[in-house]
């Protein structure tokens, strides 16, 4: 096996969050679904964000917000994304490098802005976000260093890599760069309606490319097109050597083949934003995973990393995962 | 008297603050001044942004920040500063419009960006801040537009305007047509530093172009040269109609030729980043003027302005200041 040079490297459509309080009337004035990423293309971008009250900007995207929690929690992470030469692609590649993510990916061609993703905040703490990909849309086989994959414990894709047409092949050269030298795949299944436009895709992920599967309940249900968790649990077990599924407030369950643990959820003092609370339990569980950890050590790095994100705005640790966990898992 | 469109047009260095968690250590290692606004220049800001941790970005600007403030609070508020049409500088318009400011300063040409202040937050919640001007280096006596002044009851702005070569021109303009048209010209000190750069030319000022001056205690003691605030008081007595000087957690004073009012601070539960603290004030107080309320009042705006914007980071307001002081001053 090659030296291991990282605990886990991501790939993901990279992008710039733009973050505003909405009230519910806003969503429906603009016909947005709540709860769910919509891709936009530029045109309505611009004028959604006409729309948006004052805004906040913070380096975002799925699993961008993961290796920066592997990062916090004090594990090695590498990210494979794309973004412009542009001051959010600057942003961006300030951002997850600041964090200690080893992130080289050289800039998409001009004309192609940096992504960005429209953030609204209801006061429930949900957010509903419309996305538009930009130089996200360059993500190519290309990109993928094969020396990095085989160097990493984990390669960690998030399921939204699917809308652009050119990054599942990149993803698809990864996991079997992965594969070949002896390392794991994962894949989180980012958003229910995200399963949708992919749903046949990702089955075939699940059964035969994935090791590692991450998702929440609504997702988990939406693959399998049951509406009980319960159901769907069932019908994953086996399915990959170990599929963690989250439940907000509810906690998570882990399934492996002889093996259910079910997880609380950390307790938080006041959610105020629940961007990120999947990408950050992923962050937990996948360096938990790559460390040799038992799995309900693994669920348990993932709810205290998750708990940390949602007591503030923003997508990406605010304080040191690493101490919080050792705070707490003595 | 021309018509009033606005109760405030506020005049300085447009741009986008780049916010981060530092401890005390990073900023002795980079030599950073705390609590200080340094200018820097391109190159500098490159090399301090690299070494900053991951950020977030928010539309600054003192003057900027003042005037979102004034919109928050209800009031009609416009704004003259200039950024780029880069990525930031759109940020910087859409943010202001968004808060309900006009503004329609055209961009600067290509090659100066749009201008950025890198702040650094202790976990003392001060805020220590290295800005390059970027594009507001262009602000010049063609973008005050006099019909908006004449609309304008007060025309306000920051002492940091001194900084940027041709912008004071501006300023001097603006404040000539705004009493021309027997209306009020307020200006904000700023900095300690920034009245230890321009002394002289504030001291003129002070006496005589400015009807209502704001200033911390560090400020005005340092314009007259005093290590007693009581003395500085004594000084600024009589020289304007009224002079607001706060003093963070004591609260505020204001003098005016009869008449000296303590006011109290806003009480804040947990304070987290005070940077906005006296552009928030300034915004309370200023409206209220505009108004005609007394100055009691006056500084009551303000200090509840304040006390929301140092309860989170960012230094412009999260939440309708408007209700805010609803509640508070039946």
Redesign the interface.
Known sequence: MAETRFDVVGMGNAMVDVIA?TDEAFLGRHGLTKGAMTLIDGARGEAL??A????????GGSAGNTI?GVASLGGRGAYIGKVSG???GQ?FR???R??GVAYDVPPAPEGL?TGRCLIFVTSDAQRTMQTSLGAGLDLRPDDVEPDLIAASRITFMEGYLWDPPGAKQAFLKAARVAHAAGRKVSISLSDPFCVERHREEFLDLVENHVDILLANEHEIMSLYQVDDFDEALQRVRGKCDAAALTRSDKGSVIVSDGEVHVIDAEPVAHVIDSTGAGDMYAAGFLLGYAQGRDLRMCGRMGAIAAAEIISH??A?P?TSLAELVRAKLP
Chains 1, 2 share one sequence.
């Open positions: 309080h964000y006409a948006m009250p004052p805004a906040l900007e913070v380096s920066a542009d001051q959010l942003v300030h951002d997850i600041a964090a802005p705005y923003g990406r605010e």
